[in-house]
């Protein structure tokens, strides 16, 4: 059995999934990683209060630097600064890295140096395209009948398919135990990058607002394929508001 690294996304989905009586085997399932990962996540990273995601997710990351950090030399990171302030993004940065046979340095590495910065009062976060609010288009035109209303998953562009890029997510529904309340869960393809957002129950007008939530502070966003459920019956609204390309899965 191999151990995967989690993200912080997939750590509060973790907690989301306990918080409903998941049990183990079923996280594992649903985030697509091997049942030892959530068993040594919950037991390595839980606190006095328990499994809460951001304190789990902190000490992995401790632990990771301390195990690693020392790797990483003071010229790498004052390269990383100075693409940061280009507003180079820590995705952009850590393929470059890898590109001129640089140390390599993840892209959550980077991130969680910038989040370090701001902690100390440094002003690194502001060059993160995500600090950047996005535009709300009301009023502007009348969108309906612009997007179809349905675009099975047969026309969607191939790179979607082999997750060749950034921005193509993924969303889907858990029902709560008891049917009481749901979660939705967006995950993007290629870095499996995951987000929860709980509602109260699984009504459209609820589910259409949880993804348009969860998505409108993201910089990738392409594409988005759900399965036919009635809670996604809303897709024309979620394309306009996030101006993203929705597809049906029918399967």
């Known amino acids: 059995m191999q151990y995967t690294q989690l993200t912080q996304g997939q750590r509060y989905q973790i907690k989301a999934l306990l918080d409903i009586g998941r049990n183990r085997t079923e996280i594992a399932h649903q985030l697509g990683v091997d049942k030892s990962t959530i068993t040594r996540e919950v037991y390595r990273n839980r606190g006095q209060r328990g499994y809460r995601p951001k304190q789990a997710h902190e000490k992995a990351v401790d632990r990771r630097k301390r195990k690693a950090g020392v790797h990483i030399l003071l010229e790498t990171w004052q390269l990383i600064d100075a693409k940061l302030q280009l507003d180079w993004s820590p995705e952009q940065i850590s393929g470059w890295l890898k590109k001129e046979q640089l140390p390599a340095v993840s892209p959550e590495w980077i991130y969680q140096y910038v989040y370090a910065d701001k902690r100390a009062g440094g002003t690194l976060h502001r060059h993160l395209r995500c600090q950047k609010k996005r535009r709300k288009r009301y009023g502007l035109y009348d969108r309906r009948g612009i997007i179809p209303a349905k ?20 969303s889907d529904t858990i029902i709560g135990k008891r049917h009481r309340g749901a979660l939705v869960t967006l995950t993007e393809r290629k870095s499996r990058f995951t987000l929860v957002r709980r509602v109260a129950q699984k009504s459209a007008e609820l589910v259409t607002q949880a993804v348009i939530d969860s998505l409108s502070w993201v910089h990738h966003l392409k594409t988005i394929t759900s399965d036919n459920g009635k809670e996604f019956a809303a897709h024309q609204r979620i394309s306009s508001e996030l101006l993203i390309d929705f597809y049906k899965d029918s399967r």
Do not use: N, Q
Not at 152 to 169: F, H, N, Q, T
């Open 151 to 170: 675009r099975s998953i047969e026309v969607r562009p191939e790179a979607v398919k082999w997750r060749e890029r950034l921005g193509d997510w993924e």
